[in-house]
């Protein structure tokens, strides 16, 4: 792969953890004379003579950008590049982690492979949602994860219609729905009870949000055709999120259409390891439950 030359360092949260790795990825580029570039928001809680002046100077001097965090920071960092293609790679600084490819111990080393070029790339399936009010389009959002629809400030069920293509599904009584990807199964739709998907197919997961009805389960739909959800209730509270990132209020009426628009975003991945290696250490499958006396 092409050497990296420079890297752009996403960390919104305030922790002293965080602020360590960022000390020494700061003595890292020091020493190998690298330049980083840290994201302008830090300017409000650290200090570094790294810290870009605009969103744009930042994102115009990096090759490719750093999340120091979870997943909600790898997904920032993603939707800061607006899906312009500019590869990502995430530092695991919180809990599971799906999408964090690098463990804290190892980020000089990790660094220092990208500069050498010793890593690879993969493109992931984006989601596109277009809002549609009284006939006309309002908003367009996008998507690595999921769009999701989900109750606003009301202790309610809501009322939606799912459609694939021309084909009515059901009007689901629920908390809300989620349209996921493959890569989002592991996320908001896996604790709202979906499946795993493999992250080289391409499909939509529809996952209703607690259903009203206990025999209304996720599904696995073609990509080829879009999902249509429409606001079927008169006093819709409901908000429409995409990543749980860019959201907005929904009103009764309101449609929702989500597509498959390409595979856009480039994950860096320096570890070998492959989805269902991933999905062994993060869920614990396989482990031995037995303890030291053999029992169970």
């Known amino acids: 792969m092409v050497p ?38 830090l300017s409000l809680h650290y200090r570094s003579e790294s810290i870009s002046t605009d969103e744009t100077a930042f994102l115009a001097q990096s090759d490719v950008l750093v999340s120091i965090g979870g997943d909600g920071t790898f997904l920032s960092a993603v939707h800061l590049s607006q899906f312009s293609g500019k590869p990502v790679i995430g530092v695991n600084m919180g809990g599971v982690g799906f999408l964090t490819d690098i ?17 690879r790339t993969s493109a992931k399936m984006l989601l596109e949602a277009r809002v549609i009010r009284d006939g006309f389009e309002i908003k367009t959002m996008r998507a690595l994860n999921d769009i999701f629809i989900n109750r606003f400030d009301m202790p309610k069920l809501t009322s939606i219609k799912a459609y694939s293509g021309e084909q009515f599904i059901s009007q689901f009584v629920s908390d809300g729905l989620i349209v996921a990807s493959p890569s989002g199964s592991t996320a908001y739709s ?16 529809l996952t209703p949000i607690c259903p009203h009805s206990l025999t209304e389960r996720p599904l696995i739909l073609s990509c080829e055709r879009d999902v249509r959800l429409v606001m079927s209730q008169k006093t819709a509270e409901v908000m429409l999120s995409a990543d749980g990132i860019e959201t907005m209020r929904l009103k009764s009426g309101d449609e929702v259409i989500v597509s ?28 031995d439950f037995k303890d030291s006396d053999g029992n169970e």
Not at 190 to 205: S, Y
Request: hydrophobic content about 40%.
């Open 190 to 205: 896996l604790a709202a009870g979906g499946p795993i998907m493999d992250p080289d197919v391409k499909a939509f997961l």
């Open 260 to 287: 498959y628009c390409g595979d856009q975003t480039n994950l860096i991945q320096l570890s070998l390891r492959s989805h269902f290696d991933c999905l062994r250490v993060k869920l614990g499958w396989g482990k």
């Open 4 to 41: 990296v030359t420079s890297f752009g360092i996403v960390a919104f949260k305030q922790a002293q953890k965080i602020y360590a790795m960022l000390d020494r990825i700061s003595l890292w580029s020091k020493a190998s004379k690298v330049p980083v570039h840290f994201h302008p928001s």
């Open 103 to 119: 463990g804290p111990e190892d980020i000089e080393d990790s660094l220092a492979k990208m500069v050498r070029g010793q890593y």
